[in-house]
């Protein structure tokens, strides 16, 4: 069983910045493919970012480019997601997921291991 920890949630003003981390499976974190989903009230989960194995390659959503970076520390079973620049809409639980594969897909159900979520507000 992977078990995924998020930490680095928090209230935040807009403009202003929060590092989220997401502590991974040992041994084999540097296989998975790591990601963050965001799910604000009463809308679906989305895609925020994903990043490779080797962290080579990098996904985002549209209005989160130029803004947030996802990053990762194989060396410490860790995947991070900066977020700079924040606005009242990224207000939402950001959860981490993991996949064993290669290509960083952007379908939630792809994902097979997933956090517990941390919540992140954005007050404007």
């Known amino acids: 069983q992977v078990q995924l920890v998020e930490s680095g949630g928090g209230l935040v003003q807009a403009g202003g910045s929060l590092r989220l981390s997401c502590a991974g499976p040992?041994?084999?974190?540097?296989?998975?493919?790591m990601s963050w989903f965001r799910q604000a009230p009463g809308k679906e989960r989305e895609f925020v970012a994903g990043?490779?194995?080797?962290?080579?390659?990098?996904s985002y959503l549209d209005s989160v480019k130029g803004r947030f970076t996802i990053s990762r520390d194989n060396t410490k079973n860790t995947v991070y997601l900066q977020m700079n620049s924040l606005k009242p809409e990224d207000t939402a639980v950001y959860s981490c997921?993991?996949?064993?594969?290669?290509?960083?897909?952007?379908?939630?159900?792809?994902?097979?291991?997933w956090g517990q979520g941390t919540q992140v507000t954005v007050s404007s």
């Open positions: 997921a993991a996949v064993n594969t290669i290509v960083v897909f952007t379908r939630e159900e792809v994902y097979d291991y």
């Open positions: 990043i490779s194995w080797s962290g080579g390659s990098t």
């Open positions: 040992g041994r084999t974190f540097s296989t998975y493919v």
